[in-house]
């Protein structure tokens, strides 16, 4: 009885206000399956992937292949070819990894390529058309799976996607609402019409020829054909034909890079994530290794305390990014002092649960130029117990908008992830770090955090985002829910999450899921809450397995992401 009449007191309070939890809810668990699965943006994808492991024998690195490759296709938004993306990884004897297959800019790329004659930033120059345009690595970074790791051959792994190109597939309702809203963008920006031009609704069939076509020869002739085959010569020729600036001898000198990725303890995990030039892993050590000291299990999921220690955590690891990180080829980047615990506890002692630290009085770090949110994540473990956790983008939706009828494919805009004039606010208010200055050959900063987490020396959890500033939050908060708050991965992954990156000095929640007196009891501290401009936050695709050996996929339900496994 005394439990009824608390149960009917929560709901009735939660009544009063719209942003209270509505509802006391069982834990939702995600697809279980017991040997392996696949969690990606898109059910065609996953399936893919899954084939190639069920069907064909392959591993989780030819799955993510697969996979890669199938985004290209059906999530166009931030699946390519014409971008790039890192990979995390674990194999089944325990050996630890990361692939580098993040863009370039062009050997005619200059530090000033974006300024007027009176030094402003142009900002739309980095964004949209040609010369916002990265020298691609998706194709390079596949390759580079497949010959260290792979199992299959690349023309086998390669032949699904070739068909879900050419046969096409059924538009969900967000996709066709998402063609739509582009397609003037599409047409003005590429001065054509293209398959992406058309009027799409929901279950319309999907065709991309042109793909398909690109893909094909891919499949014959391997990386050179991207890079310096008729791929490239109709790539440069396109570019050039709307005042790009990359050539052939930037596609023929790119290459994907083997990196030693980031490794720290939380508690008993050992997190294995992303090296610069991806700032993921060292801003998720940072703000772990300052959140391991306090008891956030006790002060409860989303409530003021635990926030209050992560918000400061985060503050302090965003103040530090762009001030020491860049590319590790061109900048030297003092990592193991900036994941030190002592050094981290340090920046957290002017923390006090009194009052908020105010993003003015943290020293040590600069600022940052705003990183676009349309990137994906996908997770892959297979049956013999290799994992990886892989992100990879355009960086803004579908990217420059830059589209090749003849190739099928987009092209990035991430240019305009470097600074485009370090110590001058870009067009969001921020200002960018000389670390992450462009320059030719240079890769450009990213916060794209693909993660595998070991619990008791054992694979524990695949886990990443899209968002990107917001990733980094996004992972870190997931492996808290899941750790700390004993949640089920698909609970984890749909948790409402928060987020704060220093500048602006505000505190991003999503509209939902958030009670109100906790937020205000933040305000009375002094903390800055958004409510309007973060309606989602990452969306996040992760597997755990459980204590039983099974896997349990969390697909976000913040989009179509789907996991499937066998």
Known sequence: MRTLFLLLVIVFASCKNDRKISEVKKPKLGVVVDSAMVVSARAEASRIGLNIMKEKGGNAFDAMIATEFALAVVFPYAGNLGGGGFMVYRTQYGEVGALDYREKAPMAATKDMYLDDNGNFISNKSKTGSLAVGVPGTVAGMFAVHERHGSLPMEEIIAPVIKLAAEGYYLTAAQAKRYNKYAPIFEEVNDSKSIYSNEWKENDLFVNTALAETFKRI???????????????????????????????????????????????????????????????????????????????????????????????????????????????FVEIPVDSLISPNYLKGRMQEFSFDQATTSTAIS?????????????????????????????????????????NELGFFFNNEMDDFSAKPGEPNMFGLIGGEANAIEPQKRMLSSMTPTIVEKNGEFWMSVGSPGGSQIITSVMQTILNVYEYDMTMQDAVNAPRFHHQWLPDEVMVENYGFDEDVLKTLTSKGYQINYNDAPVIGKVDAILRKPNGSLEGGADHRGDDTAVGF
Request: with cysteine; hydrophobic share 35%; charged share 20%.
């Open 219 to 329: 499949a014959v002739n391997g990386r050179q054909e991207f890079y310096q085959g008729k791929t490239a010569d109709i790539l440069v020729n396109f570019l050039s034909s709307k005042k790009g600036i990359i050539t052939k001898k930037d596609l023929s000198n790119y290459e994907a890079v083997w990196r030693e990725p980031v490794i720290f303890n939380y508690k008993d995990l050992k997190i294995i994530s992303m090296a610069p030039p991806s700032s993921g892993g060292i801003c998720l050590a940072q703000i772990l290794n300052a959140v391991e000291e306090f008891p956030i299990a006790a002060y409860g999921h989303n409530q003021p305390r635990s926030m209050q220690v992560i918000i400061e955590a985060s503050r302090r690891a965003y103040a530090d990014r762009s001030h020491f990180l860049g590319d590790p080829d």
């Open 364 to 404: 040590n770090g600069t600022p940052f130029g705003q990183e676009s949110t349309e990137t994906t994540h996908y997770s892959i473990v297979d049956s013999f117990g290799n994992a990886i956790a892989a992100t990879t983008t355009l960086n803004a939706a579908f990217g420059s908008k830059v589209y090749s």
